[in-house]
């Protein structure tokens, strides 16, 4: 019995009929830790705020005005609740990257020279060079969990590396090349007992499982509307209220303030305006609250489920052939990352598009991680809740003929 009717799903998807094949060839798309496609739903809504609402947010006292007053906070409600969150704790930013920067360049106020960030080399570049970025400034010093030989953080690790001078961990709930989840409710409770703040990307989990920061007790949280079936350029910086007071904001402009002088002296408007500089990305917002209500009514439970389902099978049949290499046979997400022997991984995703096959390929953002497994590049194939048995099926028959095709093509 399966967990969800894929199929069904994809009348939901108006990229399903209008690209239903590419290069002749059934589309498979296998890149949805890249970016996701979007509902009806959610296209609808931000159609109808261009066709029948546009207006500013926050800023205008007529009706037309303050209906997407009304429509952009009550995004900011459906975004709280799908991460267990205060309205007040869900600041809109433009994606994950843009919300790991804000906390990086927040929290550095708070921290002391010699202070220590602690990550890991398994982060995604987002995750790395705003802390980068912060310690090359204030002579901050960045530390790394040691890895698994898989590539796995362990708490043990963990125990070992956070010392007294800790004062930020910042970690991928969900890493994006190997599809690990890292116990983030006892990372979080070893980092708060040694005094360090504790920072989620939740990029690659949010759109994947149910995610409550209450529970998690985490102080800030990061993630993208586009890989959750919501609209590119907008993302969400999660807070703990009290520190979202305490930290100042990377961005400022119109909205933010409720006074400045020509002293200079300047006076933030609450959370979470504070971090809402300049004019907003509102229909982004109004997509991303309604991709929150259409993941909520599918069921993320049901949706990580299916995604397993998919890669225990694809992860069957790719392990009989001998030209595959997988570098995270036991992930526990919907993650595949791989490489054909003796064929660079761009070739084959090349070759592996004339098949109607997207997946991604090179370095995914993760170059340090890549150093770790000693290869250049990998592939990628990562599933969502629209993809089928038959796209697996797409990305193995292109497994065992590619091997052969580009064998003879670059001889
Ligand atoms: C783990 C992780 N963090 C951060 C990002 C950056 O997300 P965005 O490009 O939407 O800012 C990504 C994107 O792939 C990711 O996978």
Redesign the pocket.
Known sequence: MEILDAKKIREDFPIYKNTSLMDGHPLAYLDN??TTFKPYKVIDAIRYYYENETSNAHRGDYRLSANVDYKYELARKKVAKFINAKDIEVCFTS????S?NMIAYGLADLLNEGDEILITEA??A??VLPWFNIAKRHNFVIKYVPLTKDGRLTVENFKKSITKKTKVVSL?H???VLGYTVDVKTLAKIAHENGAYFVC?G??SVPHIKTDVKDLDIDFL?F?G??MLGPTGI?VLYGKYELLTKINPLLSGGGMTSRFDTCGDITYSMVPYKFEAGTQNIAGAIGLGEACEYLQEIGLDKIYQHEMNLRNYAISKLEKLDNVILYNKDADHGIITFNIKNINSQDIATYMSSKGVCVRSGQ??AKILLDFLQTESTLRCSFYLYNTYEDVDQLVECCINGGDFLDAFFL
């Not at 994606?95 to 843009?98: A, K, L, R, V, Y």
């Open positions: 830790a890249a994606g994950t990257s843009m790991l982060e995604h987002s995750n991928a969900v890493t994006n990307d990029a690659q990061a993208s586009h890989k993302g995914h953002c």
